[in-house]
């Protein structure tokens, strides 16, 4: 069984410090591909701490934004979002049938949040529910080979203490052809999807990227282990990662964009 945490390890202290990058980035081109209008109804699907929720509700009617973590549903509320809810994506049809929101949503957006969900067979039945007839599905998440080096070296030496590296991994990146598939499977129709490489300057360092995003790996540790794996994966990936010239860390993101309607 792959590891499940039972935590919210989620820190938007460090998402903010270590990784604004993810909504920094690909805002303007994802929010004008969503194109809101002023009486829709949209749903942000793993909305982390609301930095583009907060963007999209001042374009449209209403726009419910909802993530697993707490901890960052509390930061969006603090960014001054109005409507922000602690929902797993993976159980999206659930909260979709409690809620009675089957059908009721214009457009479902998504950014750098669909890869944490590794049921993505259950997201996507979900979304299909969200929508109306014709709704559209706005998303970009880490495509196959996406953080490739990183979670490669985590896995490698969690094997080598003893653990199960693979299970620990929380993010599945799925091949363009794949998400394609599951999406026509589901009865969208793809207007885009494409599969294409972002390398990314950190705004810190690997160490603070390790500590945001792979906390998976790193809560099974004992004290004594946790610096000793940190330091061990930052070689291991130092020689394709950083640059000496001007001594920053760039990561190799692969990203998977897709713009797809509900037939």
Not at 226 to 234: A, E, F, G, P, T
């Amino acid at each position: 069984m792959p590891f499940q945490s039972q935590q919210d390890s989620w820190s938007p202290t460090n998402y903010l410090r270590h990784a604004n990058f993810v909504y920094s980035i690909p805002q303007q081109d994802l929010i004008t591909l969503l194109a809101p209008k002023s009486y829709e109804r949209i749903l942000d699907l793993g909305c982390g701490d609301g930095a583009l929720t907060f963007q999209i509700q001042q374009l449209c009617k209403e726009c419910i934004g909802i993530d697993k973590s707490h901890k960052m549903i509390k930061a969006a509320q603090e960014k001054g979002c109005n409507d922000v809810r602690v929902v797993d994506g993976e159980k999206l049809s659930e909260w979709i049938e409690n809620e009675g929101f089957e059908g009721s949503f214009d457009a479902i957006f998504s950014n750098a949040a669909i890869h944490w969900m590794k049921n993505q067979k259950a997201v996507i039945e979900g979304v299909h529910k969200c929508l109306k007839p014709g709704g559209r599905f706005v998303a970009e998440m880490g495509g196959h080979g996406n953080v490739e080096v990183i979670e490669k070296s985590l896995i490698a030496t969690l094997d080598k203490l003893g653990y199960d590296g693979t299970s620990l991994s929380p993010w599945y990146f799925p091949s363009q052809e794949e998400f394609e598939n599951l999406l026509i499977a589901n009865s969208f129709k793809i207007n885009s999807i494409n599969l294409f490489p972002r390398p990314t300057h950190l705004p810190t360092n690997l160490i603070g990227w390790i500590e945001t995003f792979g906390f998976s790996f790193l809560e099974v540790l004992k004290e004594t282990e946790r610096n000793q794996v940190i330091n061990k994966v930052v070689d291991m990936c130092k020689s394709e990662t950083f640059n000496e010239k001007d001594n920053s860390w760039i990561i190799t993101y692969v990203r998977l964009r897709v713009v797809a309607k509900l037939e």
